[in-house]
């Protein structure tokens, strides 16, 4: 915990208040999905305006964070905007999504054929940097918190069979229970893993489009054809 704050709270008010001193007019901050929570439950979704709920050191620190640049823009007048965005994937991709990719490559079977009620939100690096580049210059993105995603949400095992057909290496899926996943996790004691293929987190991204005008440029799977020729290279 002493580490994030140290990078993502101190590191990023110490940025925030050089640019304010240099008459810096926005500073856009890149922050979390997490600052909302892990998970959503079936059918709802987060909005940018819902009650903070970080659970873990990251989510925490990416909290305290958004306060302190809100603390700093009122006693600066400089303009803040805030972007939470839930798992980014593109060329060069790294950690479990790319996990993911190497096992489609690999032809390996997955266990998540039955995992289709989930519902997960997923944002493009092009998409990403096309709302950062919007919230640049937006009138109205002044001091406003944002959501973003591609716009489509997806269940896992939807996610695996598009992101196979993007790698041109269909995804082997065979049925297990959830039941029987979940009771892998615990046994391996990797219960996160189990809530992140099988559980749900959904970006309500109705503030974004209709307060600036925005629409996700790249579709999911335009997105999971970059990221495979990335993952090619």
């Not at 289709?116 to 002044?142: E, G, K, M, W, Y």
Request: glycine share 8%; charged share 20%; aromatic share 6%.
């Amino acid at each position: 915990m002493a580490e994030f704050r140290r990078v993502n709270v101190e590191g990023t008010a110490a940025l925030a208040r050089q640019a304010a001193a240099a008459g810096v007019r926005r500073f856009v901050f890149l922050s979390s999905i997490k600052v909302n929570g892990e998970f959503t439950e079936v059918g709802k979704t987060i909005t940018a305006d819902d009650v903070s709920r970080p659970e873990d050191p990251y989510g925490i620190s990416k909290h305290e964070a958004e306060q302190l640049l809100r603390q700093i823009a009122s006693e600066t007048g400089m303009e803040v905007v805030i972007i939470r965005p839930p798992l980014v994937y593109g060329p060069g991709v790294k950690a479990n999504f790319q996990s993911l990719m190497r096992w489609l490559a690999r032809g390996v079977p997955l266990p998540l054929a039955a995992v289709t009620q989930n519902r997960r939100s997923l944002v493009a690096l092009d998409n990403l940097i096309d709302l950062i580049v919007t919230c640049l210059n937006h009138p109205a993105a002044a001091n406003q918190t944002f959501l973003v995603s591609d716009g489509e949400d997806l269940s896992t095992a939807d996610l695996l069979k598009r992101m196979g057909s993007a790698m041109g290496h269909p995804a082997r899926l065979f049925y297990m229970p959830p039941r029987l996943l979940k009771l892998g996790a615990a046994v391996l004691r990797k219960p996160g893993i189990y809530q992140r293929l099988c559980g749900s987190l959904q970006c309500d991204i109705t503030k974004t489009r209709q307060l600036l005008g925005w629409a996700p440029p790249v579709s999911v799977d335009e997105g999971l054809f970059r990221a495979a020729e990335g993952f090619r290279q």
